[in-house]
Every structure is written in structure tokens, then in C-alpha cells.
């Protein structure tokens, strides 16, 4: 038996456009295009390619995209000036700073920074408590995607099992809020984790958001699971996830591919947050 493969990149592209129709509702009713600024520190070559797809697709949906870079040996108080410019410009309605920063700045300094209102990342702690108290604000672009990924996949997720593995500030924990508020029962699983193929072994759902090269085995998973591969590796035979994809296609119900699964839904949920915020601003 084979599993179905989850077409991200056909589900973002379905959003993408709904973002699209969205903006120029939003401009012929207000007059403004809403716009994204993307702050960029030093030369980091994967975090370029991030930072001029993220300018193309918000051209693509009719947004305006302000893009500033800035020196890898950037004065951080010289960065935080430029939030605090940001914050203050009413023609942006998100702020993203791309991650990771040089050492010699301090990333929780500059998340705080950026207004709370404007946060489509999700990253401030403001969002964070909110996202954990079941109030309106940002959630994170790629746990918001994976989401839609599993309802479109499967439905109602209510009462399923779900093991979360990975448990960073960008993924695995706001991962873990938002399979609660679905009513899922959560585990989460890290570096630290005993047995962890008996976890996973047991979930109807696996998010896996580690960061290491095929680490999660077919043979782990219950049959039938659903399995979603936040994982980007860079190895000599190309890009792969943290699931052994091979091996999971012949045991899962439904995998995602990488590329071609969650990485298009993170750019996507990116553009949609910042029309939340431009109606918000409206509002
Ligand atoms: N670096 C890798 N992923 C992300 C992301 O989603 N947002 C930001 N700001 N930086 C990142």
C-alpha cells in the first residue's frame, strides 16, 4: 500500500490566490495596499533565497514588499532603529526580520522590538500568550500551514493522537497550542526523549520539526498515519526532510513531500497574516 502525498504546494498555491482576491477587495474598499517589510541581516545565503521569494510572492498577491538589508556587522541599536521606524510607517502592516541573526545580536531583543500588531511571524511573546490563551493575534506562518494541511487532509482532528517532535519557539510549541485548541491529545517529543519510536509508534498524527536528515523511520509510525515533515535538510543527494520518505509512504496514510509540502504553506500563511493585519489596522 502506498500513502497519499500531500500537495502543499497545490494547496498554497489555492491560497495564494484567495490572498490575492482578498487584497484588491481590501484596496478597492480602503484605497491602501497592504504592505510587508522584510529586514534582512548580513549575506546568509539560504536566508537571501528566503528573503527574495518571500518580496516576489508578496508582489504576487498585490501587496506592496519592502525589502532592508543591512550589513552583517550591523550595530544592533542601529537594527532596532529601523523597527522602530517600521513600526511607526502606516503603510506596513508586517514586519518579518529573518532569522537567524549574526551572533552578536540578540534575536529575543529584536522580536520584542517589532510591534506586537504588526508581528506576522507570530514571534513576540505577546503573540506567543495569546496563541496559548485562545486569544486573536499572529500564530507562526509554518505550524499555522501545517494545520491547514491536516484539516484539509483529514478533516476533523478532535481526539486524535498527535506527537509533536521538535519543541522550538518557531515551530514545535506553537505546533503543540494550536493541535490542542483542535481538540488533539499532544505529545511533545525532543532530543531528550526515551523511546522515542514508542511514541510515535502511537500518534495518528506526526509532526516531525527536528532538523535532522531522515531520523524519523517508516516503520516507526502506526499504519495509516498522517505524517507531516517540516524537516529541510541540505545532504549530498539533495534536499530532504526529517522523515525517511521512502519508508513512510509504504506504512503512513498521507505524507508531505520535501520540498512540495509544508515549506510553499509557510510563505503563503506569511501573505495571509499580513492581510489579517492590514483589516485589523483598518479596523
Ligand atoms: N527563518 C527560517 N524560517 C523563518 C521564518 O518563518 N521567519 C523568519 N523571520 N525567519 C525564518
Redesign the pocket.
Known amino acids: 500500500m502506498s500513502a497519499q502525498i500531500i500537495d502543499g504546494k497545490a494547496f498554497a498555491a489555492g491560497l495564494r490566490a484567495r490572498v490575492g482576491e482578498g487584497v484588491a477587495a481590501f484596496h478597492a474598499a480602503s484605497g491602501r495596499v497592504p504592505g510587508l517589510a522584510v529586514v534582512l541581516v548580513g549575506e546568509d545565503p539560504a536566508?537571501a533565497v528566503?528573503v527574495r521569494s518571500k518580496g516576489k510572492a508578496t508582489r504576487e498577491a498585490g501587496m506592496q514588499s519592502f525589502e532592508h538589508r543591512l550589513p552583517a556587522d550591523v550595530d544592533q541599536d542601529d537594527l532596532l532603529a529601523v523597527i522602530d521606524r517600521l513600526n511607526g510607517d502606516a503603510e506596513v502592516d508586517g514586519i518579518?526580520?529573518?532569522?537567524?541573526l549574526p551572533p552578536h545580536i540578540d534575536e529575543q531583543a529584536v522580536i520584542t522590538r517589532i510591534d506586537p500588531d504588526k508581528d506576522v511571524?507570530g514571534?513576540h511573546p505577546v503573540n506567543a500568550g495569546r496563541l496559548a490563551t485562545g486569544l486573536d493575534g499572529f500564530v507562526?506562518?509554518?505550524p499555522a500551514g501545517c494545520v491547514m494541511l491536516l484539516k484539509d487532509t483529514l478533516g476533523d482532528l478532535s481526539g486524535l493522537d498527535a506527537v509533536v517532535i521538535g519543541r522550538s519557539n518557531?515551530v514545535g510549541k506553537p505546533m503543540a497550542q494550536l493541535l490542542i485548541a483542535e481538540s488533539c491529545t499532544v505529545t511533545v517529543a525532543h532530543s531528550r526523549t526515551r523511546d522515542l519510536a514508542g511514541v510515535v509508534a502511537r500518534a495518528d498524527i506526526v509532526i516531525a520539526a527536528v532538523g535532522r536528515a531522515e531520523m524519523i523511520k517508516g516503520e516507526w509510525l502506526k499504519p495509516g498515519a498522517c505524517v507531516i515533515d517540516v524537516g529541510i535538510n541540505r545532504t549530498a543527494a539533495g534536499l530532504v526532510g526529517d522523515v525517511d520518505f521512502a519508508g513512510a509512504m509504504s506504512v503512513a496514510g498521507a505524507v508531505t513531500p520535501v520540498p512540495g509540502g509544508v515549506g510553499p504553506m509557510?510563505i503563503a500563511c506569511?501573505l495571509r497574516n499580513t492581510l489579517i493585519s492590514a483589516h485589523r489596522r483598518a479596523g
Open positions: 536566508s528566503y518579518l526580520v529573518q532569522l537567524p511571524d514571534f507562526p506562518c509554518t518557531i509557510t506569511l
